[in-house]
Nanobody, 114 residues
Framework: QAQLVESGGGLVQPGGSLRLSCAAS????????VTWVRQAPGKELEWVSD????????WYADVVKGRFTMSRDNAKNTVYLQMNSLEPEDSGVYYC???????RGQGTRVTVSS
């Protein structure tokens, strides 16, 4: 059974950093497009970043461009989201998912607050 498990969230002060992980089982992330999305309290799901199946193309939402970096470790079958210069507006639950949300993890909560 395919599964995605996010981790790495937590409480961080504005300007701080976190690295989120998305570990996969039952599916090879190295041949799949993977997306990070987030959902702030009371708001809709928001696209954050995309990596294509080759890993050679990565796209970012304008609001995170230059601060967030998506990467992949094929040996660990894990995708990462390095988040720097965090702002309170980055708070929310972060999910990794396959295209169209056909498979999504349980999410990891990020809170940016002083």
């Amino acid at each position: 059974q395919a599964q995605l498990v996010e981790s790495g969230g937590g409480l961080v002060q504005p300007g701080g950093s976190l690295r989120l992980s998305c570990a996969a089982s039952g599916i090879n992330l190295g041949i799949n497009r993977v997306t990070w999305v987030r959902q702030a309290p009371g708001k809709e799901l928001e696209w954050v970043s995309d990596m294509d199946s080759s890993g050679g193309n990565i796209w970012y939402a304008d609001v995170v461009k230059g601060r967030f970096t998506m990467s992949r470790d094929n040996a660990k079958n894990t995708v990462y989201l390095q988040m720097n210069s965090l702002e309170p507006e980055d708070s929310g639950v972060y999910y990794c998912q396959l295209p169209g949300g056909t498979l999504r993890g349980q999410g990891t909560r990020v809170t940016v607050s002083s």
